[in-house]
């Protein structure tokens, strides 16, 4: 049973940073890319960044230079790394991957910038 997990999220003044995490468990994690999405209250789910399982990266270009994605395969993590958090990226992210065709999706972590 594949199974996802996100943490991390919170809320954080403009300027700051925050660390989400994504656990996976239930598959082969080193040899699948991982997503993370966000869906802001309001608007269609969107990806934020993604990394293949050899660690190419990238991202949309809102938040390309402040956040980074990146792997931990003996943990079966995913990590994305946001800083100079502004306003508009306030969302709830979810973290995804597809294995045998099938998409697999975490419940998601809020994340809210704001004074």
């Known amino acids: 049973q594949v199974r996802v997990v996100e943490s991390g999220g919170g809320l954080v003044q403009p300027g700051g940073s925050l660390r989400l995490s994504c656990v996976i468990s239930g598959i082969n994690f080193k040899i699948y890319a991982v997503d993370w999405y966000r869906q802001a209250p309001g608007q269609s789910r969107a990806l934020v960044a993604r990394?293949?399982?050899?660690?190419?990266?990238e991202y949309v270009d809102s938040v390309e230079g402040r956040f980074t994605i990146s792997r931990n395969n003996a943990w079966n993590t995913a990590y994305l790394q946001m800083s100079n958090l502004i306003s508009e990226d306030t969302a709830v992210y979810l973290c995804h991957v597809k294995s045998w065709g099938r998409d697999f999706w975490g419940q998601g972590t809020q994340v809210t910038v704001s004074q």
């Open positions: 990394i293949t399982s050899e660690g190419s990266t």
